[in-house]
């Protein structure tokens, strides 16, 4: 008579009786039982490794995701089941944070994304994505590293990280045109920086469309559209392979050179790319053709970062733009002749720091629903001695080589701290977002002297809101990821700020604890009527079904136009701000703002889509 099939809960009953030599039994239970219940009851995919590495049990389940039985994995190595490349970061898991913890009791710690491969598959490349997480097993009292047992839990997240790609690449190629997108050309210059250093130069160029908005206001989007399409395809056809074309929004785009050096070199694509644009194309029955205005910039002469580079090559091509007729220009200290040089603007910059000349402007941001201000953000301005109000644009780079972020910072959200407080005083029961840059949030001692100003004014944490951008994030992550902690574990909410437009949005969501995020405006922009609302836009579309499923809320940035209310309403997005409701204001102007009620009128303006 054959003996009956074995079973996960049987193998693992066995060996628990080999390591514990006996099996402990009560009056209801025995290990046999226990085993039965705890495996039925997971969703996931279990295995104990020893210290070796060594799988000495799975469960059947596992054939699912590996194509393998249970009781034939046992014996291998974990990470023989491990895509190649993948190898390296579940050592490294394994030896610099489970390891040391051997022999003692620990709960699950990771999970560390892995790829395991397919048996049985006929491309051997198949593979799976598996969450993997780690616990102690103590079987023996007071095991040592080379006897202990280690609880795997695999969890398959093949789908999320599917649909990750698939926004991954919406992030990285524009829609319309396929070409790279900014977060993608931006990411990719920091790269080729990081790489190469100021030994090797390179040229970056700035240009956008003349007259395309013509285009756009005459024949109407959907053509406009073609046409910024046609020409795209004409000039990458047309382009090296060494040269990177970027859209960086609108009509507005990046050329990439880093095969060139030599500016002339530069200036004559850049003049060759104009005639291309200037021939005419068929769209829709019409012939059209355009110019461009082109600015040149060469790293590091003209700039060491990427937004010194965009700020030179966008000087150059305003300077283009003023000429009147097209073509390129290579940038020159002399185009910013009309402002102040750095040193004067940074010794005025000390001096309005010492008078308390840094202000907070306010923006409400408004219910979706019932188009009541549900929180307040206050932005930065300088009110300059001679140039009026200035816009961090003017200032903040500057700042920042200057080493005064901080102070400026602290000045701004200090006396944005004492006006919530006063308006709390009177009543309105709102949410105060500040901005916070980087060397802030990595400030060891931030905590401490933000809770020290909330006292100082009043006001509680937990009715604060930190807004930080991804570009925030990138410099000191693990400071910036402990202290956002520390701030939640206040009440504090955290922000993601102009989402989308950073340098690596997904990976950011998993590695900070955010609440919310912030929709950059540029997802939205081209939503100017009902029809453009009803097609929406598939990256906004992306982001908000994203955040949705990690339940975050979301705040829409830059709305303008009614038909975005629209569109923003159909997406079920929070609430959002922009100009529709106000510019940054004064606390005197934000106060009418607030004593006027709502805006719901605002929201009544826009009509519901209609479904099709």
Excluded at 131 to 138: E, I, K, P, Y
Excluded at 149 to 159: E, G, K, P, V
Excluded at 263 to 277: P, Q, V
Excluded at 575 to 596: I, R, V
Aim: charged fraction near 20%.
């Amino acid at each position: 008579m054959q003996n009956p099939p074995t079973t996960d809960a049987s193998r693992l009953a066995e060996l628990i009786n080999s390591v514990m030599g006996t099996v402990v039994i009560d009056m209801q239970l025995n290990v046999q039982q226990i085993c039965d219940t705890l495996i039925a009851a997971r969703p996931d995919y279990l295995m104990l490794v020893n210290a070796q590495g060594q799988i000495r049990f799975a469960s059947d389940a596992c054939q699912d995701l590996l194509g393998l039985s249970g009781a034939s994995l046992e014996q291998r190595t974990f990470d023989s089941l491990l895509v190649a490349d993948d190898r390296h970061s579940y050592q490294h898991f394994m030896r610099e944070t489970i390891m040391p913890l051997a022999g003692r009791s620990f709960s699950k710690l990771g999970p560390v994304d892995l790829r395991v491969k397919v048996s049985g598959e006929a491309d051997p490349e198949v593979f799976r994505w598996v969450a993997l997480r780690v616990a102690s097993v103590d079987l023996l009292r007071g095991s040592d590293q080379q006897h202990a047992l280690f609880f795997f839990s695999l969890m398959d997240i093949t789908h999320r990280e599917q649909e990750e790609e698939r926004i991954l690449r919406q992030l990285n190629f524009d829609a319309l045109t396929g070409l790279p997108s900014r977060y993608n050309i931006m990411s990719t210059v920091e790269d080729h920086i990081g790489i190469y250093g100021e030994k090797t130069p390179f040229v970056f160029v700035f240009f956008d469309l003349d007259r395309f908005k013509t285009v756009n206001d005459a024949l109407g989007h959907r053509i406009g559209d073609e046409f910024l399409s046609s020409i795209c395809q004409r000039l990458n056809r047309w382009l090296d392979d060494a040269h990177v074309f970027a859209r960086f929004g609108g009509d507005e785009f990046i050329l990439f050179l880093p095969s060139v050096s030599d500016l002339e070199e530069a200036k004559t694509l850049c003049l060759r790319a104009l005639d291309l644009m200037r021939e005419p194309s068929d769209v829709a029955g019409y012939t059209l053709s355009c110019g461009a205005s082109f600015g040149i910039a060469r790293y590091p002469d003209h700039g060491t970062t990427i937004d010194a580079l965009i700020q030179a090559a966008d000087t150059a091509m305003y300077h283009t733009k003023s000429l009147g007729t097209g073509g390129c220009a290579v940038f020159d200290e002399s185009m910013n002749a009309e402002r102040f040089s750095q040193i004067e603007l940074e010794q005025e910059m000390r001096e309005a720091l010492a008078q308390q000349a840094f202000l907070a402007f306010y923006q409400p941001c408004v219910d979706l629903v019932t188009g009541e201000v549900v929180a307040i953000e206050a932005l930065a301005r300088w009110q300059h001695k001679r140039r009026g109000l200035l816009n961090p644009r003017d200032f903040l780079a500057l700042a920042g080589q200057a080493g005064l972020v901080a102070e400026i910072d602290a000045q701004v959200q200090r006396s944005a701290l004492q006006q919530a407080a006063a308006w709390r005083e009177a009543g309105s029961e709102l949410l105060l977002s500040i901005n916070c840059s980087s060397v802030q949030i990595e400030s060891a001692d931030f905590l401490p002297k933000l809770e020290s100003m909330c006292a100082e004014a009043g006001y509680p944490l937990d009715r604060l809101q930190l807004e930080i951008t991804e570009q925030t994030l990138v410099r000191q992550v693990e400071s910036a990821a402990s202290n956002i902690q520390s701030l939640r574990a206040k009440g504090v909410r955290v922000a993601i700020d102009d989402f989308g437009m950073g340098y690596s949005s997904l990976t950011y969501l998993r590695q900070f604890p955010v609440d919310v995020l912030k929709i950059d405006r540029t997802f939205i922009q081209d939503i100017q009527t009902l029809a453009q609302a009803r097609v929406g836009v598939s990256l906004a579309d992306a982001i908000i079904a994203m955040a949705k499923s990690l339940g975050l809320a979301l705040i829409a940035e830059g709305v303008e136009y009614s038909a975005q209310i629209s569109y923003l309403r159909q997406q079920a997005c929070d609430s959002a701000q922009g100009f529709l409701f106000s510019e940054p204001c004064s606390a005197a102007h934000m106060q009418h703002l607030l004593d006027k009620g709502s805006f719901a009128h605002l929201l009544a303006e826009a009509p519901p889509i209609e479904k099709r």
